[in-house]
Structure formats: structure tokens, C-alpha cells
């Protein structure tokens, strides 16, 4: 199997220089490869993985097919974890949006447009269905990996709060499905100045796609764990999703909640476990806003029964 020396000499880029890059929650490496003018990222999966690569590949092909912007595969060995990839640069929109605040609603009104655009489309084959049972399994993190200083969740609760959550997003489950890209923030958006229209947003960090609810992916967008969003950029950019489609916005803002539930309690779990398993305590800094989220979400009537359950979770009273 080819590995990343080889890789690198037969695509022409053995004799870049090399910055690693600040990686993500996962496992996998990202180096900045620099030739000349020219400069490429190298993603690495943990050796003997996969890691992704082959999902990213596939999906990066089709996003570009749809007219959005994903990076071009230069070169690689998916199978062996490895790609080769187009450089978007360093226009990170949370950084932009730091840098010049006067492009935050800009730019979340780019990232919601790409969404509108997505859900127009034909989806992908093959790709897992981000159903009821799902996301209440994926909730179930939680129960394993506890968060520092906040009360447990009883083991008692685990078969209540999932059957809780199949009941809340049941409904759902016969409405039709989109591309939901999962991890659609403003981390992994990158800005594309000299592209136009939507495809000046550069999409990173879709391997773990799924065909899912629409609401799922603007939920990610606006219910950000990594920074504040103003309650007035959520409510314009949701009214804007809904303006530009003819989804129902009463029965959309509550998948909105309920799929926003689930995230919620799946992310709490992950921070929880990168920090416990992998030493990453960082995360634990964004818990804080991830159950801010989780309490405005439970304050929906669709989730009264889910809220009681995770009432010594959220601090509130059932």
C-alpha cells in the first residue's frame, strides 16, 4: 500500500517545505505543503486507517458536481488514508469574522445560502440515514463518558431518555432526507473571495455525511459550540432558510430543537470523552455554551419529556 513518501514523490511534492496545521477533534493530521508559488494540504489518517479519506474523497466530487466548493483531490491513497488537497488558505470565516465583525452576517447569510443550495439537490448513494434511532443512540454517549463537575445522568434514565428522544423526532423520520454535511460551522467554512456567489464558501470536514433532516446542518451552523452566534444572526439566517424554501416553519422549527437536542447531548459526550480518553481538555471550555443550547432547545413542547429526563444535566427543574 502506498504510503505518504511515496505518495508525495509521485504527485511531485517530495521536496515541499511542511507546516503542520492545527487539527480537529479527530485523529487525523493536516500538513501545509509549500512549492514556490504553489501549496497543497496534506491529510493524514492514523496509520493502518482509512480515517474517512475515501467518504471525503467521494463527497468532495460531488459537492464540486453541485456547483459548491470543495477541495480539488490533487493526489492520494484514500484507502490508505491519505489525500492530497487544494489549499483554501487561511480564511477561516470565525477568523474573519473576529478580524471584522462587520462580515458576520455576510458571511452566515454565504454559509445558509450553500445550505439552501445543498437541499435543492440530489443526494449521493450510500451514504447512513441520520434517522430517530440514531441521534437517540448517539445521545447515549453521555452515559458514558460523564462531564467533569456537572451531576451524571442515572444509568436508570439511559432507556427513558432514548425512547424519549425516538418519540420527539419520530415524526420526522417520514419527511424527506437532504445531504447533511454534520459538522457545518463556522470553523470549517473557509472564504473563497476571488470564487463567486455561494461557491466563495470553501466546505471542509463532510467525511462523516449523512442523509438527514434539513433543519440538522442550520441547527450546526447557528447552534455553534466553538463561538457565541447573536440570537438576532440565528433568527434572520433560519427565517432566510425558510424564505428561500418551501419548508413548514412551524413543523421546521421544531426539528430545529429536537434535531438540535440531539447534537447537543452527542457533542457534550464527545468533549467529554476527548477529554477523559485523549487528554484534550480544551473542549471541556465549550461546554458551558453547548447546554445553553441544550436548555433553549428543551424549552420547546416537543421535548417537554426529554426536558425532565435531563433536568439535573441542564440544572432546570422538572
Known sequence: MMDTATLLKL????KADATPLAGDASSRRYTRLTRGEDRAILMQAPEGEAG???????????????????PKILAGNPQAGLLLLEDFGDGVFARQMEKDPAQIMPLYRLATG?????????????????????????????????????????????????????????????????????????????????????????????????????AYDLVSLLQDARRDVDDTVAEEMTFHYLSRTDRDSHDFYSAYAVFGTGRALRILGIFARLAARDGKDRYLAFVPRVLDHLRTNLGHPALAEVAAILSPLTGEHA
Not at 11 to 14: I, K, L, P, T, V
Not at 52 to 70: C, D, E, K, N, Y
Not at 178 to 205: F, K, S, T, W
Open 11 to 14: 504527485a511531485g511534492w517530495d
Open 52 to 70: 474517512g479519506t475515501p467518504a471525503f474523497a467521494r463527497l468532495a466530487r460531488h459537492l464540486r458536481g453541485i456547483g459548491l466548493s470543495a
Open 114 to 214: 450553500v445550505l439552501v443550495h445543498l437541499h435543492e439537490r440530489p443526494v449521493p448513494d450510500g451514504l447512513p440515514v441520520y434517522n430517530a434511532r440514531m441521534m437517540a443512540d448517539q445521545a447515549m454517549l453521555l452515559f458514558d463518558w460523564p462531564l467533569p463537575d456537572r451531576p451524571a445522568l442515572a444509568p436508570s434514565t439511559k432507556d427513558d431518555l432514548h425512547a424519549a428522544l425516538i418519540r420527539a423526532a419520530l415524526p420526522f423520520d417520514r419527511q424527506k432526507r437532504v445531504l447533511m454535511l454534520r459538522d457545518y460551522h463556522a470553523e470549517n467554512l473557509m472564504l473563497l473571495p476571488e470564487r463567486q456567489g455561494i461557491a466563495r464558501a470553501g466546505l471542509l470536514d463532510f467525511q462523516d455525511a449523512c442523509l438527514a433532516h434539513p
